[in-house]
């Protein structure tokens, strides 16, 4: 099932970028491997139709990812994220 993931890249200059990704729910653990690797990762890319953008990690302030894992089971999650993640809080 094809759904888009809305991801806000936020840079130390203060800069955001917001990208729409298509994702094929029917591939989750393809989805949960790409997840890993982004946590591991020293960039992070983004390739579009004209370009390929690779952001610096430590460029990065933060990464705000749409809630598209609503297909996903809360506790599937928790297999992905790094054990260090606080998980299932309520942002006030």
């Known amino acids: ?3 888009n993931l809305f991801v806000v ?3 130390n200059d203060g800069k955001k970028e917001t990208f729409s990704i298509p994702v094929n729910m029917d591939s989750a653990i393809y989805e ?3 997840m890993q690797e982004l946590f591991k990762s020293n960039y992070v890319i ?3 139709d004209d370009d390929i953008l690779a952001y610096p ?3 990065i302030r933060s990464i705000r990812m749409s809630k598209f894992l609503n297909s996903i089971e809360s506790k599937e999650i928790d297999t992905f994220l790094p054990l260090s993640s606080f998980k299932n809080v309520h942002q006030h």
């Open 46 to 48: 983004f390739s579009t």
């Open 32 to 34: 949960k491997k790409r």
């Open 9 to 11: 890249v936020e840079l």
């Open 57 to 59: 990690s430590t460029s």
């Open 1 to 3: 099932m094809p759904c």
